[in-house]
């Protein structure tokens, strides 16, 4: 398709960032998955640019939606942890901030606390901010009623653990999925029509499907997974039995529930004439296990399940489809959004824009990272964990507590069965040595943690 185009006239465009839950980009049909499980999406896509191979910068939501909203990889803002949070001044330097000095109305709503300004310690950053609380027992051990800036300290996220068994006891009284994401659309829809066309809005919305646990709504269930698959589950968060395919299939159907109600969000914007004059973005916060013997997210793995996540960005007005093959990360979204509307990237941001791209140019070579860095400390030098460097051919990984190392064609070898290390030394030492240099500047900024 034709370039990019900046907005035009005295108003800049509304901007609709949406992201799901531990979505992955090999399980969606707009990526070529064999199953049907993203429809809307697959429409969608065919108005957007698509970025084959965007990367999570963790495995983790915490982290990475923190990528997301303030453009930095997980070494520079520091939250590794499930409950961590901003510190100090960086707390204000984040997307919507930077939107809000620009006349923008912010507002972010989400059913992952982990993901939302409640956790992050960034409220003052949103104009508005909600919590769609789940349903049930879940919802009553989750809330937030007060409103607090910061609530998952280290204590309170080791007790929400805990919320896993009010979820458990839900769905064998309900059998029913606890995180609706039609509420965070619900209510995305009324905060969108009590509010003055003249102002540009910000809006994030972040939806827990297709999050575990699998247990998606009737209508979708037996469209993957036939009846013997759903006569093993008891309502477990994993259902004890299932072969990791089984597990797939259950997990494709609630890729095809989210695909659904984002695209019902998505058909309301555009029949209320929001969509012609807005930035679309739809990503997700990480991926999902089923190769390796591992489920779900998180450890110490960053394979291409786990941080191989979706990206498409649709510009007011666009109508034809555009693909692009270079690497890209979350960091990148930030400084993206500013460039299209026209406002210069700020020096602390990790990532580059992508606009070149959607102009149809070659972003200049570099180089895009994930990490884990759970076992560090906040407080101190990152000594632990797992760092990837990936560029347009290969994947380095290193585990900094065994110096294990991983070197993959990653396109070419999805599944990340070839462990190229001591076939390609010189392309494996180059990564390293690149990666070790990042890792040595990120240790040597200063932070107000330490």
């Given amino acids: 398709m034709g370039p990019a185009k900046p907005f035009a006239g005295s108003r800049p465009p509304d901007i609709y960032l949406i992201s799901m839950d531990a979505l992955r980009a090999e399980d969606m049909s707009a990526y070529g998955y064999a199953r049907p499980t993203t429809p809307n999406l697959q429409r969608f896509a065919q108005r957007s640019f ?15 939606t923190t990528s997301i909203e303030t453009g930095k990889l997980p070494w520079s803002h520091r939250v590794f942890h499930l409950g961590g949070f901003l510190r100090g001044p960086v707390r204000e330097e984040t997307l919507p901030a930077l939107l809000r000095q620009r006349g923008y109305y912010t507002a972010m709503i989400g059913s992952n606390v982990y993901a939302t300004p409640f956790s992050h310690a960034t409220l003052e950053s949103y104009d508005a901010a909600a919590y769609a609380t789940p349903l049930g027992l879940g919802g ?28 458990f006891v839900d769905m064998m009284i ?62 477990t968060r994993l259902p004890g039995g299932l072969t990791s395919s089984e597990l797939r299939a259950q997990y494709d159907e609630m890729v095809l529930y989210a695909d659904q109600v984002v695209g019902d969000y998505l058909d309301w914007l555009e029949q209320t004439g929001r969509l012609d004059r807005a ?10 296990s089923f190769e390796h013997g591992e489920f779900l997210h998180g450890g110490p793995d960053l394979y291409e399940g786990l941080i191989h996540i979706p990206l498409l960005i649709h510009l007011p007005g666009q109508q034809q489809h555009g693909s692009i093959a270079q690497s890209a990360q979350q960091a990148d979204l930030l400084p993206t959004l500013l460039d299209l ?84 030394p010189d392309v494996a030492k180059r990564m390293h040595d690149l990666l070790i240099a990042r890792l040595k500047k990120a240790n040597e900024q200063p932070t107000t943690l330490r």
């Fill in 279 to 288: 930035i679309v973005i739809i990503t997700a916060d990480h991926g999902e």
């Fill in 140 to 167: 009553v051990w989750q809330s937030n009623p007060a409103g607090i800036n910061g609530q998952s300290t280290i204590f309170i996220s080791l007790l929400r653990r805990l919320g896993g068994l009010a979820n």
């Fill in 341 to 424: 509307i026209g406002v210069p990237a700020p020096s602390w941001t990790d990532g580059t824009s992508l606009r070149p791209a959607l102009e149809g140019k070659t972003l200049a070579p570099r180089p895009v990272f994930s990490m884990v860095l759970e076992a560090d400390s906040s407080f101190s030098p990152i000594t632990r964990g797992t760092l990837a460097i990936v560029d347009d051919n290969f994947k380095y990984v290193i585990h900094l507590d065994t110096q294990e190392q991983e070197l993959y064609r990653y396109k070419t070898d999805p599944s990340e069965e070839n462990n190229l290390v001591g076939s390609e």
């Fill in 50 to 64: 698509t970025f084959e191979n965007f990367i999570a910068n963790s495995n983790l939501t915490g982290p990475t």
């Fill in 174 to 235: 309900w059998r029913r999925y606890p995180y609706s994401a039609k509420a965070v659309f619900d209510r995305a829809r009324t905060l969108l029509e009590s509010r003055d066309d003249q102002q540009p809005m910000f809006v994030w919305t972040h939806i827990f499907p297709p999050h575990d646990p699998y247990w998606p709504p009737p209508p979708y269930r037996m469209r993957f997974a036939p009846r013997e698959t759903w006569e093993k589950v008891r309502g």
